[in-house]
């Protein structure tokens, strides 16, 4: 068994239970994107490019009143310890269709119907909240694409290890841990965009680790308009 939270109640990599790991974002990084961000959020690396909207020319996908948002969600073979093999797997495969939905809300896609907007996700390192680390990242690629939105989407997760309910799980935390508890929301009205849960917890446990995603959401939403700022010096 891997000691996750060690004697004095700190974690194993001395965070105390409602802290994040180190975060950094930045918006633009892509001269060739429409909008482009890059996010690291422990040893997490993750970079996002934006293209669209566009004219979607697949007929039987297009929607005549709005545009639509299609997601990939990519992790490159070198971004974990045992080299992945390239190309999309059944867990990317259900990540992108997640975060689609979780970017969805925010966006007014009726301003462009019969439309797409293009979002790609490249974990090219990974450390455990990848998904939540790639939506947040998503979001302020589509608000420096130039997209109306009603608000960022900002994802974070909470979980449980060795008993003790605690925000942003590490990787060890996440695989040897009893729960993980991702959520993304919109931090203006507090609207929840997703919503999953893996593992068991107790209503009241729950509610506790809800209650501390949605904290660890509006910490991390700091650092993405501190992003967008800086990158309109604002």
Do not use: W
């Not at 290890?161 to 942003?168: F, T, Y």
Request: glycine share 8%.
């Amino acid at each position: 068994m891997i000691i996750i939270i060690i004697n004095n109640n700190k974690r194993a990599d001395g965070r105390d239970f409602n802290e994040l790991r180190p975060l950094k974002i930045e918006a633009g990084v892509l001269e060739r994107a429409d909008g482009s961000a890059y996010l690291e959020l422990g040893g997490n690396k993750v970079l996002v490019a934006v293209y669209g909207p566009r004219e979607f020319y697949i007929r039987r996908m297009q929607r005549p009143d709005r545009a639509i948002i299609r997601c990939r969600y990519n992790m490159a073979p070198f971004s974990v310890e045992d080299r992945k093999r390239p190309g999309p797997d059944r867990r990317s495969v259900e990540i992108s269709k997640i975060t689609s939905e979780a970017l969805k809300p925010a966006v007014f896609l009726e301003k462009f119907p019969r439309s797409t907007i293009d979002v790609f996700i490249e974990i090219l390192q990974a450390e455990g909240g990848t998904r939540c680390a790639g939506i947040t990242a998503a979001s302020v690629a589509l608000a420096d694409a130039g997209l109306p939105m009603k608000d960022l989407i900002v994802s974070c997760a909470a979980g449980k290890a060795n008993g003790q309910v605690v925000l942003d799980l590490s990787e060890i935390e996440d695989k040897e841990g009893e729960a993980d508890l991702p959520v993304a929301i919109m931090p203006r009205t507090g609207e929840i965009t997703l919503l999953q849960m893996d593992g068991h917890l107790t209503p009241e446990e729950f509610e506790k680790a809800l209650d501390l995603a949605i904290e660890g959401c509006n910490k991390i939403n700091q650092k993405q308009k501190e992003a967008i700022k800086k990158r309109y010096g604002e």
